[in-house]
């Protein structure tokens, strides 16, 4: 079927979308799935009824009692074989001047120019040993997305996974630990 045109685009170039089984439930699932957390793990540790006047919690920053602050950004594994990584969604503690300048700029379209600033994870990423405190370096992109996490190269599972990727079946991997946890 040499010369076949689907959209416009030769079939050599036109891609499946993302699928895969999942290892609990057996189900096929399309599209490159992506966990995150709603607010850094330290926002949890705040009694509930103490959040509202302790916490100012954005949809891209965190301020816990006007002294710690977080960000918002995705640790992105490469998918061997993927356009698409796999992609969790975080928070990484800053340092007061990294934050300043983080908000100076964060607003701005074009704003990749800037940084990188060095900060803690603050999330914990239950398939792996523990997350927290994990160096990292919070990298702005531009045109409003989402900063990108680089974690330190370390031996952790978690940052071993970013620089080396994942295959397809570890992606049904953590799908099946996130969304069916204990086999259910």
């Known amino acids: 079927m040499a010369g076949l045109i689907i959209a416009n685009l030769p079939t050599s ?34 009694p509930e009824g103490e959040r509202a006047t302790r916490c100012d919690l954005g ?5 816990i009692d006007k002294q710690h602050v977080f960000v918002r950004g995705c640790i992105e594994i490469p998918v061997k074989g993927e356009a698409e990584p796999f992609s969790w969604g975080v928070w990484v503690s800053l340092s007061d001047a990294n934050f300043i300048e983080w ?3 964060f607003e701005q379209d074009k704003r990749s120019q800037v940084g990188p ?30 900063p990108y ?19 397809v079946e570890r992606v049904a991997e953590l799908y099946s630990v ?7």
């Open 13 to 46: 170039s036109f891609k499946m979308p993302f699928k895969f089984k999942c290892n609990s439930c057996g189900e096929m699932h399309e599209g490159m799935p992506s966990f995150g957390a709603h607010a850094p793990l330290s926002y949890y540790e705040i």
């Open 178 to 184: 996130m969304m069916h946890p204990m086999g259910k």
């Open 59 to 63: 949809s891209d920053d965190c301020v």
């Open 103 to 105: 908000l100076k700029y």
């Open 149 to 167: 996490i680089e974690l330190e190269p370390t031996d952790h599972p978690l940052a071993v996974e970013q620089r080396n990727g994942i295959t």
């Open 117 to 146: 600033f060095f900060g803690w994870l603050d999330a914990w990423l239950k398939p792996y040993p523990d997350t927290m405190n994990l160096k990292t370096m919070v990298h702005l992109r531009d045109d409003g997305i989402r």
